[in-house]
């Protein structure tokens, strides 16, 4: 079984880039070590294919003075699929859904003075405005897992509630490395 482990992990990343990462430093082989530790643990095949993302992101040098692995990681593990749709969406969607609630209040409240920065967040029902969140089931659990995460920023208000968004530094960072996709950075 820890054979066909290792072998999956030399075919989905490669072994001269396993090797180069082990010869770096002692903070990349710290940080492959965890990663491997959790490849070895982890029975989904989808959640491996996070990890190897991860490994080949770590390999291309990207976001070099991020400091957080060991929280990445660990939210690899604790993240579930749906949820990291809902977080793609939400960062994908988030311009949109600021723009529809400040339309819908300034409907309900024409004389109302409106923020319409980045950073106001929006709340459960204002999300709920924009599709695919719209049909979507326990929404308001999925954002405070999210923000438990530390991946979207959460504001508790009083009036209206918990307000999320929009996502955060660490939220950014962690979709890099666990997509396919992200060309390094410099």
Known sequence: WREDRINE???????DKILDLIKR??????????????????????KRKLYYSY???LY???HPSFDYHSKAILTINLITFEEIKTLVEFSNRYQEIIKAAVEKSKKDNPK?????????GVNPEEIMLIHPFSVMNAIEDSFVNLGSYSLISVKHGRWNGTFYGP?????????DFISEEKQNEK
């Open 9 to 15: 992990v030399k075919r989905s990343v490669g072994d």
């Open 25 to 46: 430093d002692n903070k990349t082989r710290d940080i492959l070590n965890k990663i491997l530790f959790n490849v070895l643990q982890e029975e989904s095949e989808e």
């Open 55 to 57: 490994i080949k992101q």
């Open 60 to 62: 291309k040098g990207l």
């Open 112 to 120: 109302g003075q409106e923020n319409v920065s980045e950073d106001r």
């Open 167 to 175: 996502i955060t530094a660490f939220g950014k960072v962690f979709l």
